[in-house]
């Protein structure tokens, strides 16, 4: 055998293992590696799309959390201004309160204190009668001692 047959015989084998190579198993080779970098390409882009929206949505919760704040600060300082309130009512009416039940205690006291001047004057009446009575055991004229009487009453 010939080595240039042999030669010339091994690089035509060669070159149409090439064309056949080229032509049946590098089409398919070379569209899977194309999907293969489409699906790539694809899952970057998802990727980055996931991306920006992830911070999307972490900015719209640190919105929604702030608001959330300013409402429980607004609320807060509702309740604490709604509680000042019914304290200072609470003071009010107990000041009305208290004024009340002082007037009346001070109503009760003079009503009292007419009620013993009244007893006293009667007591000190009954007195001087028997005073009057003992002394003047002679004389008596009732009219006459019952006018004095009315008179002395009236003037204590």
Request: proline content about 1%; charged content about 30%.
């Amino acid at each position: 055998m010939n080595i240039n047959a042999t030669l010339i015989a091994q690089v035509l084998v060669f070159i149409m293992f090439v064309l056949f190579t080229m032509k049946f198993v590098w089409p398919p080779i070379v569209k899977v590696l194309d999907e293969r970098a489409d699906k790539i390409a694809e899952g970057l882009a998802a990727a980055e799309r996931g991306k920006n929206d992830f911070a999307q949505a972490e900015k719209r919760v640190a919105d929604v959390l702030a608001e959330g704040r300013n409402q429980v600060a607004e609320m807060v300082t509702n309740a604490e201004k709604r509680a000042a309130q019914i304290v200072a009512d609470a003071k009010n009416q107990a000041s009305v309160e208290a004024a009340r039940i002082l007037a009346q205690a001070k109503a009760d006291v003079e009503q009292e204190t007419n009620r013993a001047r009244e007893a006293l004057r009667q007591q000190v009446a009954d007195l001087a009668l028997k005073g009057a009575e003992s002394i003047l055991r002679s004389e008596v004229d009732a009219s006459r001692h019952a006018q004095l009487l009315a008179n002395l009453k009236q003037e204590l």
